[in-house]
């Protein structure tokens, strides 16, 4: 029922051996961590053999000539063995455990470089707590099937050692044993597609219970205020159950493999069990020699069912490598292009300081082919020009922004930065020169000093605090109760709306970057604090291009530009008194929603000073 867990987009089938090339990349800087393991897995397995000769040799010897002395002289060589066997054991595991920290650990930091350079579209599509599941869950899983493979290796090392051993002993009994051993191997490759298939599901079932759990846990506030424990905790429930189905059924077919494999195996050493005793019957071996051949048979069989069965383990291993390479892999929207322009800073040469001209030349965006949101949009904006975009909902204004930060790909027109194409320019040099707030601030679990200098770690306190008081005088620092040292919480919860606003224009005046652009928030805001993050609002736009989606009347009175948008059109531009006494569409966005706005403020602030 479950088997068909669907995949994520981004999801694509590696053959085993490309996934095992790969891995192999991981492990090839600890060439020599893998030859100092294969020595000792060696030795372990030159005592594994040597064991059986001398009990061997022993029951010969005394067969012939019973000898107390020889007797202790084997048990104590037997002692000797067994010890350095448990070094060597214990040599391995560490090297082992050690090995696979640096592999995993390297694994899994390229796997979160490569999901935080991901664009804007991927994250907006794909769910964070699956994502996240496989940088997690998935690693973990790989470590863990890692060691499996250091164990078959091993046993491989065994087998090979062991049959060399066997042929010795009887070159006619080792070849009827050898022709049985496909048998068994045939039986663990049997289970190596369902084993893959079982195993994929386990981890996208687990990927949707670690999805459900960081959505619950985001939204937790909602749900309390809704009331909705119980229906986010039934829903769990749901896809926990789902989960747990999934793994019992993986569970199921992976438990079968290594009973069936040893019921192969004991049917095996039955069949050599009785052939060898013909033998011995007919003169041809000894009776130590049969003795060491069935004692060998065990040491045979348990690598060739281990090998047999890990097989069908290691596709856990191989689909949990599967989705990290996936995630790895999945192609950006965002295209850069390569060239001698392809970078703001020259080589060994300081970045280019943007003059902050931005320019749309008819350009088509969509999101999707049933979404068109700007057809043939052109626009200009100057240097140090400050832009507010207005509209309705779906007028296209948050999507000229994400254009601007390349957050997402647009796909016919160009836009130009200072009359360069911005697709030439490298995104990390070109974005440090962006000073973004979003609608709702983000704030780290930090204190507000260091949410300030997050652009610009390298600033002193001093100049931090320097900046934050020239946002009305800093009054702000002083309702906080640690002043700039206050932590600001999880998401900046500590804070309200309009401290979180301040704290984030203040980001913003700190980086002091070319271009500025602002989703401004529609919370509603004491007159106080409005004031204030209008004053922070001045500073930022008297420095910057600056580019707004106002919901404020101060901010929209404040710009150069007011553009209406209507369904990624420009319907009217010009100042805010121009477009009222034109009486279009921004004088009817007025009346219904700024005009009201400014009585509220004007009704708040006389309450105050009446107070």
């Known amino acids: 029922m479950f088997m068909g867990l669907a995949a994520e987009k981004y999801d694509r089938q590696y053959s085993d051996r490309q996934l095992l090339r790969r891995m192999a990349a991981y492990f090839a800087p600890y060439r020599r961590r893998l030859l100092s393991l294969a020595l000792v897995i060696l030795s372990i397995t030159a005592i594994g053999l040597v064991s059986p000769l001398l009990i061997a040799r022993g029951i ?18 037997l002692l000797v063995l067994a010890v350095v066997n448990w070094f060597c054991n214990r040599a391995r595991r560490r090297m082992t455990v050690r090995l696979i920290a640096d592999v995993i650990g390297q694994m899994r930091d390229d796997a979160f470089r490569a999901t935080i350079h991901h664009d804007m579209a991927f994250f907006d599509e794909f769910q964070s707590g699956k994502v996240i599941a496989r940088i997690t869950n998935d690693t973990q899983e790989l470590s863990q099937v890692t060691v499996l493979i250091s164990d078959l290796i091993s ?9 060399i051993v066997l042929f010795t002993i009887s070159w006619q009994l080792t070849l009827a044993l050898l022709v049985m051993a496909p048998v068994v191997v045939f039986f663990g490759w049997a289970f190596r597609r369902v084993a893959r298939i079982v195993t994929r599901s386990g981890f996208r079932v687990i990927a949707e219970v670690n999805g459900a759990i960081q959505e619950a846990v985001a939204g937790i506030r909602v749900a309390k205020s809704f009331r909705q424990e119980q229906a986010i905790y039934d829903r769990f429930r749901q896809i ?3 989960s747990y189905e999934v793994n019992l059924r993986r569970g199921f077919v992976l438990s079968n493999v290594f009973p069936t494999l040893n019921a192969m195996g004991g049917i095996g050493t039955a069949i050599m069990t009785y052939v060898g005793g013909l033998a011995v019957v007919g003169g041809a071996v000894s009776v130590g020699a049969w003795y060491l051949f069935i004692i060998s048979l065990e040491q045979f069989w348990f690598p060739m069912t281990n090998i047999a069965s890990f097989w069908s383990q290691i596709q856990g291993g191989l689909s949990a490598c599967e989705r990290i390479f996936a995630l790895m892999d999945a192609e950006s929207s965002v295209k850069q292009v390569a060239g001698a322009a392809a970078s703001l800073a020259g080589r060994g040469s300081p970045p280019t300081i943007l003059r902050g001209e931005v320019e749309f030349r008819r350009v088509d965006f969509r999101y999707n082919a049933q979404q068109q949101v700007l057809r043939d949009f052109s626009l200009r904006i100057a240097p140090g020009e400050s832009v507010a975009l207005v509209g309705h909902t779906g007028a296209g204004k948050s999507s000229i922004i994400k254009l601007i930060t390349r957050f997402y790909e647009f796909q016919g027109g160009e836009i130009l930065i200072d009359g360069r194409d911005i697709r030439s320019f490298n995104l990390t040099d070109y974005r440090r020169q962006l000073g973004l707030v979003s609608q709702t601030p983000f704030l780290f679990n930090d204190t507000v000093l260091n949410n300030i200098r997050y652009a610009r770690p390298d600033m002193s306190d001093a100049a931090v605090e320097a900046v934050a008081r020239r946002i009305g005088d800093g009054e702000w620092i002083e309702a906080l109760p640690a002043g700039l040292h206050t932590l600001v919480g999880e998401r900046g919860q500590h804070l309200s709306m309009g401290q979180r606003q301040l704290v984030a224009l ?13 989703d401004e928030a529609t919370a509603s805001v004491d007159p106080f604090t409005e004031r204030q993050i209008q004053a922070a609002l001045d500073l930022i736009l008297a420095d910057s291009t600056s580019i707004l989606i106002a919901h404020r009347l101060s901010t929209v009175r404040a ?53």
């Open 559 to 611: 710009v150069d530009r007011i553009v209406v948008l209507d369904h990624g059109r420009i319907i009217e531009e010009g100042d805010h008194d121009a477009l009222m006494a034109r009486g279009g569409h921004y004088a009817t966005l007025y009346d219904t929603y700024f005009r009201h706005q400014s009585a509220d403020f004007n009704a708040e602030l006389y309450r105050r000073m009446k107070a």
């Open 155 to 163: 046993q491989f090392t065994i087998l090979f050692v062991l049959v």
């Open 60 to 77: 010969d010897l005394v067969g012939v000539q019973p000898n107390s002395e020889a007797i202790v002289a084997l048990c104590l060589g």
């Open 240 to 242: 926990n159950r789902r």
């Open 506 to 518: 203040a980001r913003v005046l700190a980086q002091h970057p070319p271009i500025f652009i602002l």
